[in-house]
């Protein structure tokens, strides 16, 4: 499965001069949490952009990044067939961030975070639902040669290990000049 088509482009005009002008384009990327809200420690989940990267608790996955573009917007949806299921004191968060050093290894350690808490959930809004939920709009920077690394982190409480995958589509966002 290729989770990197892109499902969504459009070109807008935003202004510009008689010499030039300003387009903005959008598309999406996507990527699967493997193991959604996993009880073992950290409690971290990395979003997996490429498939299911084997073994899951030794290999994470990241996405480099070609030109300079924006986040806008990260929608999560649970995809199981069976209800999602929390403690009540189940609390999750996802944030979106780059590799402080491209050459270092993708985990919790070599973080930088560009927005935290972009998307929350806790037990009223997940458990046995087949929950889905948007982030507000935001305009997250990136420039070329980041490596975007997107992480959940169970906050609180626990929900059971098992198969449970959550799909992650990301709104992207990169402005063109036309002279």
């Not at 070609?66 to 986040?71: A, E, G, M, Q």
């Not at 917007?73 to 299921?85: G, H, M, P, V």
């Not at 997940?126 to 948007?134: D, G, I, R, V």
């Amino acid at each position: 499965m290729n989770n990197n088509n892109y499902f969504y482009s459009k070109f807008s005009t935003l202004g510009g001069s008689s010499s030039s002008l300003q387009l903005n384009y959008q598309y999406n990327i996507s990527g699967i949490f493997v193991n959604f809200g996993q009880t073992s420690s950290p409690n971290i989940d990395f979003l997996d952009f490429c498939g299911v990267l084997s073994p899951t608790t030794t290999n994470n996955s990241a996405f480099p990044i070609l030109h300079s573009c924006f986040i806008k917007q990260i929608s999560i949806k649970y995809l199981d067939t069976t209800a999602f299921q929390c403690s009540a004191d189940w609390t999750y968060a996802i944030d979106i961030c780059k590799l402080t050093s491209n050459s270092g290894v993708v985990d919790n350690s070599n973080l930088t975070t560009l927005s935290s808490n972009l998307i929350t959930l806790n037990f009223a809004e997940a458990n046995n639902l087949f929950f889905k939920k948007e982030s507000s709009s935001v305009n997250i920077e990136l420039n070329p040669q980041d490596i975007l690394v997107v992480k959940g982190t169970e906050l609180s409480g626990s929900s059971p290990v098992g198969n449970e995958e959550v799909m992650c589509n990301i709104l992207m966002e990169q402005q063109i000049i036309v002279n």
